[in-house]
Every structure is written in C-alpha cells, then in structure tokens.
Nanobody, 125 residues
Framework: QVQLVESGGGLVQPGGSVRLSCTGS????????LAWFRQAPGKEREFVAT????????YYADSVKGRFTISRDNAKNMGFLQMNSLNVEDTAVYYC??????????????????WGQGTQVTVSS
C-alpha cells in the first residue's frame, strides 16, 4: 500500500504561481508513475500531468502545457507540481495518484491505484 498526502494548495492571484507537493508513505512509490489530476466545482476529475518512475517520460494535458511542471524525488518519496501563470480556470481540488506505468492510457484514472485526499487551489483576485 502507498499512502499519498498532497500539500501546498491555497489562494493565489491570477498570474501567480504555486507549488504542490505529494508525499508518499508506506511502500515506496519509486516504481510507480506519479500523476496529478484535478476536479473543478461541478466538473468531472481530469488529468493534469504524469511522470514515469524514473522521470524518463512526462505527459501534460494541453490545458496546462507550458505552464505546469511535474517532477519527483524518489529518494524523498515525493512528487511536485509547479504551477505558473495560473488563471481562474485552474481553480480545483488537485489530487496526486500513483500507479504502474502505462504510456498509452496515462491519462486514465483507473491506471492509478493510489490516491491522495486532494488539496484545494483557488485562483482569484
């Protein structure tokens, strides 16, 4: 079992930046791909980004490409999502997730077996 806890969310102004962290405990998550999803009010949860176990492959949703950066530190059992140039459409609960690598279905929720509880990011002036 892998337990995941997100942190770093909060209120940020449009155009601002925030860095989310995902801390793993229990079984090391180094063998797994690590992903971020988000769910905005009244919408379904959607894929944001994923990084494979060694960091060799990274994929982003088109809506965040060029603004968000996913990374990981396996030695610390941590993952990160650096979010820049935020806009109000980025307001959502952000979830980190871990699962076995799947380079074709990397954006599907059922690829990921372990999920955190989520952290709220609100972009507002």
């Amino acid at each position: 079992q892998v337990q995941l806890v997100e942190s770093g969310g909060g209120l940020v102004q449009p155009g601002g930046s925030v860095r989310l962290s995902c801390t793993g405990s229990g079984r090391a998550f180094s063998p797994y791909s690590l992903a971020w999803f988000r769910q905005a009010p009244g919408k379904e949860r959607e894929f944001v980004a994923t990084i494979t176990s060694t960091g060799s492959h990274i994929y982003y949703a088109d809506s965040v490409k060029g603004r968000f950066t996913i990374s990981r530190d396996n030695a610390k059992n941590m993952g990160f999502l650096q979010m820049n140039s935020l806009n109000v459409e980025d307001t959502a609960v952000y979830y980190c997730a871990a699962g076995w690598e799947d380079r074709t279905r990397f954006n599907a929720e059922d690829v990921y077996d372990y999920w955190g509880q989520g952290t709220q990011v609100t972009v507002s002036s």
